[in-house]
């Protein structure tokens, strides 16, 4: 049951860390980082270079979910079927991941050494923060 729960939920991504939107243009952000308009603009032109491949992947894995999820639910069970549509997914989410990741690795070429650290400690807040509020939601 593990297995077949992360087959079907959203994908696990590079980005899912990061802010949402394009967090170089957030003003805590380029204050955080001491971003320079240069900085700014050439991580915009990275995130353009990387768009539209970033929409297209995201799509295959929901259309390649929902084929599985078909399959999931047909009266009788293919077993190959099911199988076969499972490798899908893994394939488009690899593929997503992938680009995520070089988009990230590009961002990352943009930032000096210690505004990278400044902004790994920011997402290490954030993700501290969100781990906790998904705790008091899911108490164990």
């Known amino acids: 049951m593990p297995l077949l729960f992360l087959a079907i939920m959203p994908p696990v991504?590079?980005?899912?860390?990061?802010?949402?939107?394009?967090?170089?243009n957030r003003p805590e952000i380029v204050r955080q980082l001491n971003l320079t308009p240069q900085q700014q603009t050439r991580l915009d032109n990275v995130f353009r270079r990387h768009a539209d491949g970033l929409i297209d992947l995201r799509a295959e894995v929901q259309k390649r979910s929902i084929d599985l999820r078909s399959e999931l639910d047909r009266q009788q069970l293919d077993r190959e079927a099911?199988?076969?549509?499972?490798?899908?997914?893994g394939s488009a989410r690899s593929d997503l991941f992938e680009r995520e990741l070089l988009l990230l690795v590009d961002m990352r070429a943009e930032l000096t050494a210690e505004q990278w650290n400044r902004f790994r400690r920011v997402l290490n807040v954030r993700e501290g923060a969100a781990r906790r509020q998904e705790q008091r939601r899911n108490p164990r």
Not at 82 to 89: F, L
């Open 13 to 24: 991504c590079a980005q899912e860390s990061l802010p949402q939107g394009k967090w170089w």
């Open 82 to 89: 099911i199988q076969q549509a499972a490798k899908r997914v």
